[in-house]
């Protein structure tokens, strides 16, 4: 995909190449169905979510592609389909745009729901011993 949209939200020229999303209901409706997981009690794979959570709080966008199978897409994450429905359930992120050409890509930064997670995450974090951070690394 080529990148044409600034890995930062808050950069005065990612406004002009994203555009406002026609219909978000239905957007949000159709990642919250494609990418359904039941709640958990336990988050899988919290670390790497912790990791997701803080690459976009740092201005990468999440994209959603596809008008009628979506699929779930964050640079350097092959195994965002995972977390997406995590991400989609718990409505940690938000819809920023949609590309600027392409009514099916959309654009997701971190909701205030993502951010309070981001939070408890690095808190949590931040109390594991080493070999607390390595067991939760390997194992999840």
């Not at 999303?21 to 979510?49: G, M, N």
């Not at 729901?113 to 011993?129: C, D, H, I």
Request: proline share 6%; charged share 25%; hydrophobic share 45%.
């Amino acid at each position: 995909m080529v990148r044409d949209i600034a890995f930062t939200a808050t950069l005065p020229q990612a406004a002009a190449l994203m555009r406002p999303v026609d219909a978000p209901a239905d957007i949000w409706t159709r990642a919250q169905r494609e990418f359904a997981c039941e709640r958990v009690e336990r988050l899988p794979l919290r670390a790497r979510l912790l990791d997701v959570l803080e690459q976009i709080d740092r201005g990468r966008l999440l994209v959603l592609m596809g008008a009628t199978t979506p699929r779930a897409w964050l640079d350097g994450y092959p195994d965002i389909a995972l977390l997406a429905g995590v991400l989609f359930t718990y409505e940690y992120v938000q819809i920023a745009g949609r590309h600027r050409d392409t009514p099916h890509v959309v654009y997701f930064t971190l909701s205030p729901a993502g951010r309070r997670k981001l939070l408890q995450g690095r808190q949590w974090w931040n109390g594991l011993s080493f070999w607390q951070r390595l067991m939760v690394r390997m194992f999840g």
